[in-house]
């Protein structure tokens, strides 16, 4: 008989994230295979859960076509080595690819119908820009369903601006400068790298090497250098390079299981997922997104905002985290948020970045045995936000000296 379980995330890993085009580390790597190292490292990881007893791998792709078409699920799997009984299927939410893979299989097995999923993603930016294979329906803008700059996430951006004017571009470069120096703190303290994949390139030169971290970094970063930057999206604008992720190649995975199938492997959950919920906004301003489906997510797990002892909130804009903070009232560089930085400094490989969000909340957990709760949310594109609350099982109950 089925039953009601309880759902942890067990692990995670990812690629190293490199910047997409012809000069970044993954131009000659497929899709594919990247999703097909993160699925490997991460399965070697864990030697006491045996392939066979996978119920499923879901793995998310915006782009789903060429070399992150064919449903990757599937074929990852068969790839990455996976028993051929083991099933899988691909998944689609824009940003919040990864973050569907893993509340789509979380909730599989919350309801008692799997025992152990994998759940992922992966975006070859690069290979696949975004929106280049879609054919948006005319009606969108005819019918006036749809501002056109709604499918242009940094005029999207600067519409935040122009709605919050107290969220300043001084605010937004600020923060931008401190998740490039997070990340590279981070870096400096060995914080990250463990849950790296590495993964063999090959240059155009034929040459073969080793990505072992992540490509788009800028650790030297000041306020006088993002002051100059030109505004893309606008004349005069308020959103630049500097507080946006870049365009980004890579991939993630995670491993997801219940409560029994937990106890029977003996395995160690890194975190027990709380609640999750995903929330639609007028797609013009999708960066608040994440808001309404963090307000959702509180509601179904019982807790308020100042429950959350730490924040992996994805920067797709600086802009996009700010709105969020100042509506909960939470300063700019509250130590609770993004501790290591986030995508404008590591990258934002859109349907991957959920689990990235995850493997690094899961790490933090592990230092703090005084946080109870975290917190994963981001925004995604045409007008929608995913949250996805998680419990420390570390959790100690003792105050942080």
Known sequence: MAEISDV????GMRTPFGRAGEKGMYWNTR???????ATIGLMERNPNVPADR???V???ATSQTGDQGLTLGRSVAILAGLPQTVPGLAIERMCAGAMTSVTTMGASIGVGMYDLALAGGVEHMGHHPIGGNADPNPRFVAERMVDPGALNMGVTAERIHDRFPHLTKERADRFGMLSQHKVQAAYDAGKLQGDLVPVAIKAADGSWGLATEDEGRRPQTTMEDLAGLKTPFRPHGRVTAGTSSPLTDGATMSLLAGGSAVKELGLQPKMRMVSFAFAGVQPEIMGIGPIPSTEKALKKAGLTIADIGLFELNEAFAIQVLSLLDHFGIADDDPRVNQWGGAIALGHPLAASGVRLMIQLAAQFAERPDVRYGLTAMCVGLGQGG?????NPFFDGKKRK
Not at 8 to 11: A, I, T
Not at 387 to 391: D, K, L, M, T
């Open 8 to 11: 942890f995330f067990v692990d």
């Open 387 to 391: 949250s996805v609350i998680w419990e």
């Open 54 to 56: 996978i119920d499923d």
């Open 58 to 60: 879901a793995i998310a």
């Open 31 to 37: 899709a594919d295979d990247l999703a097909v190292k």
